[in-house]
């Protein structure tokens, strides 16, 4: 059974901190996503990853940037956080063979 | 890039009726489209697929519906019941290219 998880369910951060969300799966799959999500505009994608180091902007990623040290592990972070980026953050991986994304359970940041 | 539009964006229906979520997509090279269902707090999940090589598919109460020509896929729940209150979004996605663009989502309730 496939495992996502997300490594805080709430967060509030000040505006200007630096936040870390780390997300991890334990059935290695090769594809990683950030999405972000808002009442009323659905999941917005912000950064995904295929592979270990390796990154691809999504459609929402300014003011965000990524890591993928190892295969089971990315994290998103933003460098300084804002008002605007308090939302829903969902992790999602998938393996590219069934297309089938597994999501975490989602972390809910607020920034003040 | 890909663009999804998602209809209605609420929906109520009867206990027992069926319920009807419609989606177009803008990239004729989309060939996956998937419908998830989010419960109320919890995560996004799978609930069926379709690929453009067939037009229609069904599991039980649920089915999925593709036009290629007209660029819309349609999700069709029949004699609904409470637990089908959920949140439902669909995605679109091109072959050899795992990024889902998800649509806005439906807000479908069922009256009890």
């Known amino acids: 059974d496939v495992k996502v998880t997300q490594s805080s369910r709430y967060l509030v951060k000040r505006t200007g901190e630096k936040v870390f969300l780390e997300c991890v799966q334990d059935?290695?799959?090769?594809?990683m996503f950030w999405y972000r999500q808002d009442p009323g505009l659905g999941l917005r994608l912000i950064y995904f990853?295929?592979?270990?180091?390796?990154?691809e902007k999504g459609d929402i990623p300014e003011g965000y940037s990524v890591s993928r040290e190892k295969k089971e592990r990315f994290s998103l972070i933003l460098e300084s956080a804002s008002t605007n980026q308090t939302s829903m953050y969902l992790c999602?991986?998938?393996?590219?063979?069934?297309?089938?994304?597994?999501f975490g359970p989602g972390t809910r940041l607020t920034v003040t | 890039g890909e663009n999804v539009e998602q209809h209605p964006s609420t929906l109520s229906v009867q206990e027992g009726d069926s319920a009807v979520i419609k989606c177009t997509y803008s990239?004729?090279?989309?060939?996956?489209f998937p419908w998830y269902k989010q419960e109320l707090g919890k995560r996004p999940q799978l609930i069926i697929d379709?690929?453009?090589?067939?037009g229609e598919k069904k599991d039980q109460r649920i089915a999925v519906t593709l036009n290629k020509t007209a660029k819309h896929f349609s999700l069709h729940i029949t004699e609904t019941q409470p637990e089908d209150s959920a949140v439902y979004f669909c995605a679109a996605s091109a072959f050899g290219n795992e990024k889902l663009t998800f649509g806005t989502g439906t807000r479908l309730t069922i009256i009890p």
């Open positions: 990239d004729s090279a989309s060939n996956y």
């Open positions: 379709i690929r453009s090589n067939v």
């Open positions: 999602a991986s998938t393996t590219g063979i069934t297309r089938e994304q597994y």
């Open positions: 990853s295929y592979d270990v180091k390796m990154k």
């Open positions: 059935m290695d799959h090769e594809n």
